[in-house]
């Protein structure tokens, strides 16, 4: 069977990663399935129509209805995290899902599974979004299915949550009283070279039962991410000033206070930032060679894009109901910035 032919499934097909990366195997020529728990959303996005594409509605919080997704799938790509602010406790969330999908996709007998993971050195105090991104990968691992791991860092793209974040800490607070993890070495990843890598290790049978750490060119402290973006966006210089005293719950109510990223999501994200985030294997760069776009030239067609509109996935596009306060584009008349009024009187 010619590898175009084979069903490809990606699960969590309405978040910002999986979002992009359908229409990118649709492209490529691939037969895709892709997998959500509302088919509402999935009817929305452009390529819903598409004539090799297949909807299909399912929760991995319910095995049977994973298992039925999965029927006739040669390789899946597992791109679920449960950091909603609806689930109470995320790490069980991602847990119970990853089992159900796991044992779904061996009674299919799926030739491959792809994970997209979080960056991190095994040997640091992880925090507990990096902890229960590891157990996934082990509970993934524990079956009969090769599984291909991707560990990523911050990924560069417009609608990604934590570069949003770092765009509304820049382009609304010229001086900012920072915590220290802004001074934290990290290594982040253009959106363009994530899906390459996910979707060339289709074909390279090298990926099978790998981990591969994933990043682009560059390893650039936060603060240094937030220096280039202000240049990038033509921003007045920004002071920032790390200081010691803020915690990762602080760091998630002033990450909550400045940009529309609530402080359920804000709070593991933060506490990731502590983690320095380096490639350690660079295999992946043998077996998949590309062109790895800068920090600045990602930040570059990241703002281009916002800019155009041209957004086409977003961090709220994942779980049930995206926040009212990101559904329509623009800032409400309290977030700052200059606003103009011409009032007039009749006598």
Request: hydrophobic share 40%; with cysteine.
């Given at each position: 069977?010619?590898?175009?032919q084979?069903?490809?499934?990606?699960?969590?097909?309405?978040?910002y990663?999986?979002?992009?990366?359908?229409?990118?195997?649709?492209e490529?020529?691939?037969r895709?399935?892709?997998?959500?728990?509302?088919?509402?959303k999935?009817k929305?996005r452009?390529?819903?129509?598409?004539?090799?594409?297949?909807?299909?509605?399912?929760?991995v919080?319910?095995?049977?209805?994973?298992?039925?997704a999965?029927?006739?799938v040669?390789?899946?790509f597992?791109l679920?995290?449960s950091?909603n602010?609806?689930?109470?406790d995320y790490?069980e969330?991602?847990?119970?899902?990853?089992?159900?999908?796991?044992?779904?996709a061996?009674?299919n007998g799926?030739h491959?599974?792809?994970y997209l993971?979080?960056?991190?050195?095994?040997?640091?105090?992880?925090?507990d979004h990096l902890?229960?991104?590891?157990?996934?990968?082990?509970?993934?691992k524990?079956g009969?299915?090769?599984?291909?791991?991707?560990r990523?860092a911050?990924?560069?793209?417009?609608?990604?949550?934590?570069?949003e974040?770092?765009?509304y800490?820049?382009?609304?607070?010229p001086?900012?009283?920072?915590?220290?993890?802004?001074?934290t070495?990290?290594?982040?990843?253009?959106i363009?070279?994530?899906?390459?890598?996910?979707?060339e290790?289709?074909s390279?049978?090298?990926?099978?039962?790998?981990?591969?750490?994933i990043?682009?060119?560059?390893?650039?402290?936060?603060?240094?991410?937030?220096?280039?973006?202000?240049?990038?966006?033509?921003l007045p210089?920004?002071?920032?000033?790390?200081?010691?005293?803020l915690?990762?719950r602080?760091?998630?109510?002033?990450?909550?206070?400045?940009?529309?990223v609530?402080?359920s999501?804000?709070?593991?994200?933060?506490?990731?930032l502590?983690?320095p985030?380096?490639?350690?294997n660079?295999?992946?760069?043998?077996?998949i060679?590309?062109?790895?776009?800068?920090?600045?030239?990602?930040?570059?067609?990241?703002?281009?894009?916002?800019g155009?509109?041209?957004?086409?996935?977003?961090?709220?596009?994942?779980?049930?109901?995206?926040?009212?306060?990101?559904?329509?584009?623009?800032?409400?008349?309290?977030?700052?910035?200059?606003?103009y009024?011409?009032v007039?009187?009749?006598?």
């Amino acid at each position: 069977m010619n590898q175009n032919q084979k069903v490809i499934a990606v699960l969590g097909a309405t978040g910002y990663v999986g979002g992009r990366l359908v229409p990118s195997l649709l492209e490529k020529g691939c037969r895709c399935r892709a997998i959500g728990r509302s088919l509402d959303k999935l009817k929305s996005r452009s390529w819903a129509n598409h004539p090799n594409i297949e909807l299909v509605k399912a929760d991995v919080s319910d095995k049977s209805s994973v298992t039925g997704a999965l029927k006739g799938v040669h390789a899946a790509f597992y791109l679920v995290h449960s950091m909603n602010p609806s689930e109470k406790d995320y790490k069980e969330a991602d847990r119970k899902a990853a089992e159900n999908f796991r044992l779904a996709a061996e009674q299919n007998g799926l030739h491959q599974i792809i994970y997209l993971a979080g960056l991190g050195d095994d040997d640091d105090a992880l925090s507990d979004h990096l902890k229960s991104r590891r157990e996934v990968e082990s509970i993934l691992k524990a079956g009969n299915i090769p599984v291909t791991i991707f560990r990523a860092a911050m990924i560069i793209g417009s609608g990604s949550a934590s570069f949003e974040i770092l765009r509304y800490l820049v382009d609304r607070l010229p001086v900012m009283i920072t915590p220290k993890w802004v001074n934290t070495p990290s290594q982040p990843i253009a959106i363009r070279n994530v899906l390459t890598y996910l979707m060339e290790c289709l074909s390279q049978n090298e990926t099978l039962g790998k981990t591969f750490d994933i990043g682009g060119p560059e390893i650039l402290t936060y603060d240094e991410l937030m220096r280039i973006y202000a240049i990038e966006a033509g921003l007045p210089r920004r002071l920032i000033i790390p200081v010691p005293v803020l915690t990762p719950r602080l760091s998630s109510y002033w990450i909550h206070l400045v940009t529309p990223v609530p402080a359920s999501i804000a709070k593991p994200l933060a506490e990731g930032l502590k983690n320095p985030v380096i490639c350690r294997n660079k295999d992946i760069l043998k077996i998949i060679p590309q062109e790895l776009l800068s920090a600045k030239e990602a930040m570059k067609r990241a703002l281009k894009r916002t800019g155009d509109g041209d957004v086409d996935t977003s961090w709220t596009d994942a779980g049930r109901i995206p926040p009212v306060e990101t559904i329509s584009d623009g800032d409400p008349e309290w977030a700052g910035g200059t606003v103009y009024r011409d009032v007039r009187c009749m006598p």
